[in-house]
């Protein structure tokens, strides 16, 4: 299939979660809706389940939420509140709540609460001592946990091989998103900012099995051809998520690509693969147990600026001149963590600025402003 | 008149013991710093009782914040950390401290020349002749100001930049001008102690002090809990992690850990925290022997001290006092108590008079605090202490929370609940909303939400407080009526 017949599938499929959801039901699937960050999908997947990722939404406006919280929340929390209380997400089964921030722990009880009635709510509280075998025995009781609150509403057990088998799946799809993510760098002529997002933001919706096989597919297209002579700048993109099209075009208008990212919607989530070997539920606790650099997570090496240190290297490794911050409203962890990387970027001579968005932004006059600005600043850097 | 002033101004042996408590937790602090000992900073909820096992002297910052803001300082050290790159969305304790974990000061503005400090025209109280009148300056027509009861203009300063200067007048007085209050005067940490059953952006914070100062960091991890019961698997993963903190802990002093000590700082805890409840408990008196604002000052031993035997005896000492005041129908409380609430979250600590205004003015007092039972933990053996400190008010489920609250509701009969949205603290105001509904709905008592925070004044809104207050008054006075008419 021609890359733009592929690319148009996948931004189909970001643009519209919703029939996916329907479309997955009508195939006689159960739907367990994942909450950010990082929980073990593999689960889902194994139990013959779609899991189905919940990162708000750039269509809504939050209105029912307002009965749960305060305004000065993360938007993404708030929204997938939102679509669980005004029937959006009606159709899944189960809802897994992470709770490794300050808004996701009382967001995990409101949604239990509102949901009492109409569905189950699967918890999970990530250990921050993730290496110590302490903290893979927490992790390990944690996800035995989601495991047995899946073969619940699955109705039978949840057998090891079909988690191994879950496994692979996985990692091929992560390898497959992070190989896209280099070609998108070297073909940003053909995956602009906002198709590569689409792209991205598609597997969220999408069986793993079945995304991964359209990815690959497209891919192949892309390595086929010679790397772009790219006349623009390059940008690595950085924060919890960038998915917003409206926002993504004004890169485009200004000859900007995204060259890597730090995102969490997107290259935290599929950075480390789980071994595919020995247990399977050891193996995604490791998997786990090896996520790093990432502002949600402990650094036992805390008097170090590793994370920070470590985004500045990817800046200087993906060939990109400068870094945007897509600072979401309300997130402490990326606000915490700010004032360090920026330290280590400017200690590499790396420029960047930092955009606050929300998903309930619909005017981007400033932030067109000011990245057209930058423009200019990095193509000084080419 | 000048009498009564005189006997307002009284304190109690209890309050007097508690004042000390803390005084000497900072001075024995800023003297080890002198004497080149260690000293660490900690969350409040960290267990203390590990450090005392060593002999550390440890800081609070939580407290220290707290302090800060109420000194009016929240304001500039707040702006500070924003400077440095901390956004106004980040928790105001986390700023003031990471501002001064970085070395900026509030100070006194100084004249270089004359060595004297620059006083701040708008500072001051009116100038009172001995009737009590205000004295009118002639030539303006305004009050004039005491000149005891102004201050100087409060500047940023920083401690690297002073001690980057070559020796002299200028290096003197800069030092010098830093304000004097304990708070401003904490010694800068060796080592952090975190415990996150607080919040998750403790992690954060302390990672960014430990950056900051290239200090260790020891780090005790309390996953959120969905339900009532701690169970065995979080048992065991706190348990390992003291275990841990003991072994790291050894590495940085030197020491081995002391079982004996450790021990007494578990049986000091544990009498501090009976007492602090016996303490609170007094409130269930109607009408209660305290204004429920007291709480909010004591909470710093419990806070600082709670290891310490003197905290626990100067507790003792508060509670001798309470009985007394029980005993001769006296109460701290400044006016006769009309209506009881319990208000729920961290006060506004730079605004403490203005949130006190209007409940005077209604005769409401503050009978229930919710950190009676968060603080007033007692525990047997290390798996009980491990459950212990899982227990913090912002890691428990929504039922935990409502049992708390409902419970110390009930006891000290409250008619109403004062709900603090608190700006700085997401995981304390993320479910009260849902917790309002049910004290409503299980109790039958009004509540009444105002926006706030606990150190950055910029986030409190006066009007709309005292719009809430009248409003939880009328909606607490249909209530009274309509039990009495039953």
Known sequence: MAIEALVREFEQVAANPQAQLKKYKEAGKKCIGVMPYYAPEELVYAAGMMPFGMWGSNKKTISRAKEYCATFYCTIAQLDLEMLLDGTMDLLDGVITPTICDTLRPMSQNIRVAMSEKLPCIFLAHPQYRKPEFGMKFCHDQYTHIRTELEKIKGSAIADADISEAIRVYNKSRAARRAFVKLASEHCDVITATKRAAVLKASWFMGKDEYTEKLEALNAELSALPVCNWKGTKVVTSGIICDNPTLLKIFEDNNIAIAADDVAHESRAFRVDADETGDPMTALCRQFAEQDYDVLLYDEASNKNRRGEFVAQMVKDSGAQGLVLFMQQFCDPEEMEYPYLKKALEAADVPHIKLGIDQQMRDFGQAATAIQAFADVLEMRK | ?486
């Open chain 2, 1 to 486: 008149m000048a009498e009564e002033k005189k006997a307002k101004k009284t304190v109690s042996p209890g309050v007097l013991a508690l004042r000390k408590v803390v005084e000497d937790v900072y001075a024995d602090a800023r003297t080890a710093k002198a004497e080149g000992k260690l000293v660490g900073w900690s969350s409040s909820k960290f267990p203390c009782e590990l450090a005392e096992a060593f002999d550390l002297n440890v800081m609070y910052p939580e407290n220290q914040a707290a302090g800060i803001a109420a000194n009016r300082d929240g304001e500039i050290m707040c702006q500070a950390a924003e400077d440095l790159g901390f956004d106004n969305d980040i928790c105001g304790y986390a700023r003031i401290s990471l501002a001064y974990a970085a070395g900026k000061r509030a100070s006194r503005k100084v004249d270089f020349e004359t060595g004297e400090y620059v006083m701040d025209p708008n500072s001051g109280k009116p100038l009172k002749d001995e009737n009590g009148n205000v004295v009118i300056d002639e030539a303006t027509g305004k009050p004039k100001k005491d000149p005891k009861t102004m201050q100087p203009y409060t500047v940023l300063d920083d401690i690297h930049e002073i001690a980057a200067l070559p020796e002299g007048r200028e290096k003197e007085l800069r030092l010098a001008a830093i304000k004097p209050y304990r708070q401003m005067q904490m010694p800068q940490p060796d080592f952090v102690l975190c415990c996150n059953n607080i919040c998750n952006c403790m992690t954060k914070w302390y990672e960014n002090i430990a950056r900051m100062c290239n200090i260790p960091l020891i780090m005790i991890d309390i996953p959120y809990n969905n339900t009532v019961e701690v169970h065995d698997s979080n048992v065991a993963y706190v348990r390992a992690q003291f275990d841990a903190a003991i072994r790291q802990l050894e590495e940085i002093t030197g020491k081995k850990f002391d079982e004996k000590k450790f021990e007494q700082a578990c049986a000091n805890a544990n009498r501090t925290a009976q007492n602090w409840l016996k303490v609170c408990d007094y409130l269930q008196y109607k009408p209660a022997p305290m204004s429920g604002f007291d709480l909010f000052n004591h909470m710093a031993d419990v806070v600082t001290a709670r290891g310490k035997v003197e905290a626990a005896e100067a507790f003792e000492l508060l509670a001798q006092d309470l009985e007394e005041n029980i005993r001769t129908g006296t109460s701290t409380l400044p006016f006769p108590e009309k209506y009881r609430v319990m208000f729920e979250g961290i006060p506004c600590w730079p605004k403490l008079p203005n949130l006190f205004k209007p409940l005077k003015e209604n005769g409401v007092n503050v009978t229930a605090v919710v950190y009676a039972p968060a603080f007033g933990f007692v525990y047997n053996g290390l798996d009980e202490m491990a459950r212990a400190y899982y227990k913090a008010p912002n890691s428990v489920c929504i039922e935990q929370g409502v049992a708390w609250r409902e419970g110390i509701c009930v006891d000290n009969k409250v008619d109403g609940v004062l709900v603090h949205y608190n700006r700085s603290c997401k995981p304390w105001s993320g479910y009260m909303a849902e917790m309002q509904r049910r004290f409503t709905k299980d109790l039958g008592i009004p509540c009444a939400g105002f926006d706030g925070d606990q150190a950055d004044p910029r986030n409190f809104n006066e009007a709309q407080y005292t719009t809430r207050v009248q409003g939880l008054v009328e909606a607490m006075d249909a209530g009274i009526a309509a039990k009495e008419a039953k």
